[in-house]
Nanobody, 128 residues
Framework: QVQVVESGGGLAQAGGSLTLSCAVS????????LGWFRQAPGKEREFVAA????????DYADSVKGRFTISRDNAKNTVFLQMNSLQPEETAVYYC?????????????????????WGQGTQVTVSS
């Protein structure tokens, strides 16, 4: 059984920063991938960033490039999402997903359908 647990959400002012964490425990996979998504009320789950665990390749949504950084801590089996210059429209529940058998195409990680495990989400609220 794989557990995915997000943390680090909260309230930030416009232009501010937050760092989210995603800890994966239970069965681990040598070549899995982790992705961050967000979902605002009434909207679909939206890709934010992803990382391949073994190689460290990363991918970002155009809307967050240059402001968000995804990284991993191998020893802690944890992925981080550093978010800078946050905007009110980025208020959402942020989810972390784990893909146990990722495709060779990094872009495939942009679809929430490929993920096998999800966390419960963490709320990020950005005030104007």
């Amino acid at each position: 059984q794989v557990q995915v647990v997000e943390s680090g959400g909260g309230l930030a002012q416009a232009g501010g920063s937050l760092t989210l964490s995603c800890a994966v425990s239970g069965r681990t996979f040598s070549n899995y991938a982790l992705g961050w998504f967000r979902q605002a009320p009434g909207k679909e789950r939206e890709f934010v960033a992803a990382i391949r665990w073994s190689a460290g390749n990363t991918d970002y949504a155009d809307s967050v490039k240059g402001r968000f950084t995804i990284s991993r801590d191998n020893a802690k089996n944890t992925v981080f999402l550093q978010m800078n210059s946050l905007q009110p429209e980025e208020t959402a529940v942020y989810y972390c997903g784990a893909d146990a058998q990722p495709s060779s195409k990094l872009s495939a990680l942009r679809s929430p359908a490929v993920y096998d495990y999800w966390g419960q989400g963490t709320q990020v609220t950005v005030s104007s």
